[in-house]
């Protein structure tokens, strides 16, 4: 979501927000704009659409300044157009905000008894608005703008920039990631690391409710109640922080084939030998009565997916909940309950929320995140990152086959600690899980036939994906996947329930894409791809050899896969899912990389 960032340099500011800002179009927006102080002057620039508009724009109208501030919007309060677009400016005051104010009405009605009247419809301008009220009743730039920060309710990441101020910017964060960025004799501020990649390697993370007062030459940090702290500057990766398409039309196409490589780093990441190695602090399993998973989208279907494994091998039992339903249940977290999150991001606002109802129920918080310095991963007991690499593309693709290998081995971990899995039966699946790469590989190799059948699927206006067991999941996710990146109607059933409702939906029409590997449910999965077939439906069969043998000529297309481990499957089978999708979009002519209305990193509620 929302993406921002902050250069305090010696040279021209604004090519360099708008690079940084590039870095952030995989959080999704649909507006960008960027603030600078020229020898005093405050001024600014937006545009709606992609950030080449905003490129145009200064091409026309250059904003001099070698302090600045930047934004990418995606539209909460208020359509999406350039009276709504960051900075906000209210005379000498323009910020930028990630999140959402939730007393900006009552902020709003006290300034409107002060004759002071917004002229947006967003929630972000009464943060400028507040701060230039304080400012007239003679607060200085940085009181005024922590006298803001007080009296906001909600989530919020923010950067003010002053007019006649060309070496300050106040900075602070409250339920939405910020990290500070320190050059040589100049400072940044970004959303995230990626952002700042290109400027420097060495990062700050502003904690829950830290305010910063910026410099060039200093970086002064309040926390929440406002004592003076310090927090660790880190080192970041520079290879880590790349982003850029190796050569692909999109980068889902390039994460999609990433996928045996990143899975493989992260297999030599997790096994020795036949040891997994995971945390210390991870709980004794065999003491643990239950788990609670959470997580939104894709990374929930990587929960459900998860729960079929810790309950048929560890047998453990398992409950998994969407995050942004699971705290107002006020579910009851018995003892002997561990906590796992999983988020690609770890900023998820609802997962963090969730996280933060549970830390002091569960007895232990274990989160599964592709950040290592991500909110969630700090504020859990035991971290497993997914070793994904940076994901551009907002449709999950390597981040979800590597949460689920994550999950795979905690699940296998759990099994032996618990004495439901043998020494011999790990070592099988750890070398079945190690030869993993090599099928992926394989499965891309059939990416010609798999975009054939996209293009054909692209032509309907409704898909239906079913599938069983571990399957059933993967349909969810196949779903998932179609729908937000070509615009497709699409849902998913387990297979069983077919008969219960949506076949209904079954005519000639509506292709149905039917998940089902060789294994000890495919017959039954068959007799309900026969029920489809009987009433006109077009079955596209992801199976194997002895799948598509068995299943008979009469299937409208058969995608056939190799041969795998039962367990394995989810991970292999999340490819043709994903492939389908992709091919389907770009038959479409969508925005494959970044779709319309959505975010990579959804840090609101």
């Not at 964060?173 to 690391?193: C, F, Q, T």
């Not at 945390?279 to 788990?291: C, G, H, N, Q, S």
């Not at 310095?373 to 449709?395: M, N, Q, Y």
């Not at 989810?570 to 990389?593: E, M, N, R, S």
Request: glycine residues 6%.
């Amino acid at each position: 979501m929302c993406g921002i960032v902050g250069v305090l340099g010696q040279h021209e500011a604004a090519p360099l927000l708008v690079e940084a800002l590039k870095r952030l179009e995989y959080r999704g927006y649909d507006s960008a704009g960027i603030a600078t102080v020229n020898n005093g002057a405050l001024d600014r620039r937006r545009a709606v659409g992609k950030l080449v508009n905003l490129s145009d724009l200064l091409v026309h109208n250059p904003l001099p300044g070698k302090s600045g501030i930047g934004h990418t919007r995606w539209a909460t309060h208020g359509a999406p157009n350039t009276a709504n677009a960051h900075p906000h400016q209210s005379g000498p005051v323009a910020v930028v905000h990630n999140g959402i104010i939730e007393n900006f009405k009552e902020l709003r009605a006290e300034l409107a008894d002060h004759q002071i009247t917004p002229q947006t419809e967003t929630d972000s301008e009464t943060i400028a608005l507040l701060t230039h009220h304080y400012m007239q009743q003679g607060m200085s730039h940085v009181d005024a703008a922590r006298a803001c920060l007080s009296r906001l309710e909600g989530a919020f990441a923010l950067a003010f920039l002053f007019d006649g101020e060309d070496d300050l910017i106040v900075a602070a964060r409250k339920g939405s990631p910020l990290a500070i960025g320190h050059g040589e004799g100049e400072m940044y501020v970004g959303s995230d690391a990626i952002a700042l990649a290109p400027l420097t390697d060495r990062v700050t993370y502003l904690e829950e409710g830290d305010c910063t007062i910026l410099t060039r030459q200093t970086l002064d940090i309040f926390d929440e109640s406002g004592n003076r702290v310090t927090r660790d500057m880190r080192q970041i990766s520079m290879d880590a922080a790349r982003v850029d398409k190796a050569g692909f039309k999109h980068f889902m196409a390039k994460e999609i084939a990433e996928q045996p490589t990143v899975l493989a780093d992260a297999l030599r990441a997790y096994l020795d030998g036949n040891r997994i190695v995971l945390p210390e602090a991870l709980p004794d399993f065999a003491k643990v009565d239950r788990l609670t998973m959470v997580a939104c989208g894709t990374a929930f279907y990587a929960c459900l997916t998860a729960k079929y494994w810790f309950e048929q091998i560890a047998r453990l039992p398992v409950e998994v909940d969407v995050a942004s339903e699971f705290r107002y249940r006020e579910p009851p977290i018995p003892t002997g309950t561990t906590a796992v999150f999983v988020s690609q991001s770890g900023e998820t606002a609802d997962t963090l929320a969730a996280l933060r109802y549970c830390r002091t129920k569960a007895d232990t918080i274990v989160s599964v995140v592709n950040v290592a310095e991500s909110s969630i991963a700090r504020e859990s007991d035991v971290s497993l990152p997914i070793h994904a690499g940076v994901e551009v593309g907002v449709a999950s693709t390597k981040a979800f086959t590597c949460q689920l290998n994550t999950l795979l081995l905690l699940a296998l971990h759990a099994a032996t600690q618990r004495g439901t899995l043998t020494k011999d039966a790990l070592h099988t699946t750890l070398t079945n899980l190690r030869a993993l790469p090599g099928l992926f590989n394989a499965t891309l190799d059939r990416d010609p036939a798999i975009a054939r059948t996209a293009q054909k699927i692209a032509e309907a206006r409704d898909v239906l994906f079913l599938g069983r067991g571990l399957m059933y999941p993967l349909a969810l996710e196949g779903a998932l996947k179609l729908k937000e990146i070509s615009y497709i109607h699409a849902e998913a059933y387990a297979s069983g329930e077919l008969k219960h409702g949506p076949i209904a939906l079954i005519d000639k029409t509506v292709p149905v894409v039917v998940m089902a590997p060789r294994d000890a449910l495919f017959e039954k999965t068959v007799s309900n791809m026969h029920e489809v077939m009987a009433r006109g439906g077009k079955v596209c069969l992801i199976t194997d050899a002895a799948g598509a043998e068995a299943a008979g000529e009469d299937v409208w297309r058969t995608l056939i896969m190799p041969e795998i481990d039962p367990i394995l499957s989810p991970l292999l089978y999340a490819l043709p899912a994903q492939l389908l999708a992709y091919h389907a979009a770009v038959a479409k002519g969508t925005d494959v990389d970044q779709p319309r209305n959505l975010a990579k990193s959804v840090t609101v509620e």
